[in-house]
């Protein structure tokens, strides 16, 4: 199984500045790797696929980047509507076995 | 419009069974590939299960044996048949689809999740 970790847990960050949230995993998922972002009471929703490809309606200022097993999310200009937890998962693995990272929260 | 809406859950005794049905409009179930995919209270996400267009079928090792995806395209509704609850069980169930028709790909729909709660 393909573990997912993310780092940091928490990221205390203020509106207009730029947040930078990592993503690793324990083989390679070439490109295979996804971010989604989940206000709460809300579902998951996609931000990033293929390492760095937005997905429909979501703003330039979020930005994927990274190959194989490391990634990363940066948001520039957070804006308050941001402040949530971010996870990342890989999609790489065959059988699929979709495997998620821990999150991590975004805040003041 | 894309549209994915669970329900079916509620509260159970471990041990017993509940069905959970994800009703899907915007597009077919038959030609897509749909997940299950759980939050335990407060914590991540864990991936459950997954049909492929072809109808193939995969579970995550701590349900395959007790959980069973499934999909009726007269009703375009996907099911999950979990069985031999365990508090462990615990969480909100979603199903989320991957539209692309990848079969590997991010999901890119999700619905608003249905809560399993296993307690005596």
């Known amino acids: 199984e393909i573990l997912v970790t993310q780092s940091p847990a928490t990221l205390s960050v203020s509106p207009g500045e730029t947040a930078t949230l990592s993503c690793r995993a324990s083989q390679s998922v070439t490109t295979n790797l996804a971010w989604y972002q989940q206000r709460p009471g809300q579902a998951p929703r996609l931000l990033i696929y293929g390492a760095s490809t937005r997905a429909l309606g979501i703003p330039a200022r979020f930005s994927g980047g990274g190959s194989g097993t490391e990634f990363t999310l940066t948001i520039s200009s957070l804006q308050s509507e941001d402040f949530a937890v971010y996870y990342c998962q890989q999609y790489n693995a065959w059988p699929p076995l979709f495997t998620f990272g821990p999150g991590t929260k975004v805040g003041l | 419009e894309v549209q994915l809406l669970e329900t079916g859950g509620g509260l159970i005794q471990p041990g017993e069974s509940l069905k959970l049905s994800c009703e899907a409009s915007g597009f077919t179930v038959g030609s897509r590939h749909i997940s299950w995919v759980r939050q335990t209270p407060g914590k991540g996400l864990e991936w459950v299960s997954l049909?492929?267009?072809?109808?193939?079928?995969y579970y995550a090792d701590s349900v395959r044996g007790r959980f069973s995806i499934s999909r009726d395209n007269s009703k375009n509704t996907l099911y999950l048949q979990v069985n031999s609850l365990r508090a462990e069980d615990t969480a909100v169930y979603y199903c989320?689809?991957?539209?692309?028709?990848?079969?590997?790909?991010?999901?890119?729909?999700w619905g608003q999740g249905t809560l399993v709660t296993v307690s005596s």
């Open positions: 989320a689809l991957i539209s692309s028709g990848w079969k590997r790909g991010p999901f890119d729909y």
């Open positions: 049909i492929y267009s072809d109808g193939n079928t």
